[in-house]
């Protein structure tokens, strides 16, 4: 039993354990002290690299899934892992010890971009555009939401990245929308939490990366028919991102 099924029983519990060692606490400072005293483990889990041939003809490589990283406000955060492994008797200890709730809750305006600028097709380099934030806030999450107008979204690297350089994919290449065929996306909401702790004020990034230029296809299991093949064709013309927007939960 692994992923999400198993992944919300074990911090449910947790949860219940930390609620029961202080019953004063509420759900934002339990999920920091869940974050605070998480563990990191398979340190040496170097994410994932996806290997391609761009539209020049040229062999490249795309780092898809980062690895773990330690963003501006000392946390861990991995794709595969998040913040880590729940620590449990540390974060009783911690809950324990803790006296005061965190800050009112903010929540900022979006903060929108409206970009029209092209997507390259099989080009590592993708497309970029920055949005200054002022909003002084201690981050607890972030919302991204964007509009894009592209054929075969499942070629479509998503990444944003923060003032202090902590990297987030949001969504990772030939995993997601592999059959999203009704163009453009609008507004679809993607959220991070590898971003926690972090001071929301400065220059924010979004890069979008087009990692295929027809070499790959996805394929599909039925128990009925077999492998389905989907995705064979690469779009005739390069994608577009329409508009961005960020918003920021926090304190």
Do not use: C
């Amino acid at each position: 039993m692994y992923g999400t099924s198993a992944a919300a029983a074990n911090t449910s519990g947790a949860i219940a354990l930390v609620m029961s060692a202080n019953p004063q606490l509420d759900a934002r400072t339990i999920k920091h002290i869940l974050a605070t005293t998480a563990r990191k483990l398979d340190g040496n889990n170097a994410g994932v690299d996806i290997n391609f041939t761009d539209a020049n003809g040229d062999a490249v490589s795309y780092n898809a899934i980062p690895g773990w990283q330690q963003n501006a406000a000392g946390y861990n955060v991995h794709p595969f892992y998040g913040l880590g492994a729940i620590d449990v008797d540390a974060a009783v200890a911690m809950a324990q010890q803790t006296t005061a709730l965190l800050p009112t809750l903010q929540v900022s305006d979006w903060h929108t971009a409206n970009t029209e600028l092209t997507i390259p097709d099989a080009n590592v380099n993708g497309v970029q555009n920055t949005l200054a934030i002022t909003d002084n806030l201690t981050i607890e999450a972030v919302q991204l939401k964007l509009s894009i107008d592209h054929t075969r979204m499942r070629d479509l690297a998503i990444e944003l990245i923060s003032p202090s350089g902590t990297r987030s994919v949001l969504l990772s290449p030939r995993t997601g929308l592999i059959n999203a065929a009704d163009t453009p996306v609008q507004n679809a909401l993607l959220l991070s939490q590898h971003f926690y702790g972090e001071s929301a004020a400065g220059q924010w990034k979004i890069r979008l990366i087009d990692t295929d230029n027809g070499t790959s296809q996805t394929l599909l299991y039925s128990e009925q028919t077999g492998l389905l093949s989907m995705n064979e064709t690469n779009n005739s013309v390069d994608g577009t991102l329409l508009s961005w927007s960020l918003r920021f939960y926090g304190h």
